[in-house]
């Protein structure tokens, strides 16, 4: 069973920075897709960034591409979240997800979706004020 901890959420100012980390374990992490959603109050989950097991192909949301970037350490079990130039408009409950199966390079739709994910963590709470 696979176990994500999120961590590295917090309050931080319109045009800041924060990094997101989700430790897993459980699992040969290496062979894992991984990806971050969020989910701000009274709102639907939304995708933000996936990555391959590889950490060579990553995949953006258009609402994040290029302010955020998505990468991963397999020695360390870890993917990051580094999030640049934050606003208001972040704001929102990040969640880490991992997927034994995805088809990545073929359906792009399918990664964006939550479902398609096996193991997710609890979140951590990102506050971007104004």
């Known amino acids: 069973q696979v176990q994500l901890l999120e961590s590295g959420g917090g309050l931080v100012q319109t045009g800041g920075s924060l990094r997101l980390s989700c430790a897993a374990s459980?699992?040969?992490?290496?062979?894992?897709?991984m990806a971050w959603f969020r989910q701000a109050p009274g709102k639907q989950r939304n995708f933000v960034a996936a990555?391959?097991?590889?950490?060579?192909?990553?995949l953006y949301a258009d609402t994040v591409e290029g302010r955020f970037t998505i990468s991963r350490d397999n020695a360390k079990n870890t993917v990051y979240l580094q999030m640049n130039y934050l606003n208001p408009e972040d704001t929102a409950v990040y969640y880490c997800?991992?997927?034994?199966?995805?088809?990545?390079?073929?359906?792009?739709?399918?990664?964006?979706?939550?479902?398609?994910?096996?193991?997710w963590g609890q979140g951590t709470q990102v506050t971007v004020s104004s």
């Open positions: 459980g699992y040969d992490f290496s062979t894992l897709y």
């Open positions: 997800a991992a997927a034994r199966v995805l088809p990545w390079g073929s359906d792009v739709v399918a990664v964006w979706a939550g479902e398609n994910y096996d193991y």
């Open positions: 990555i391959n097991w590889s950490g060579g192909s990553t």
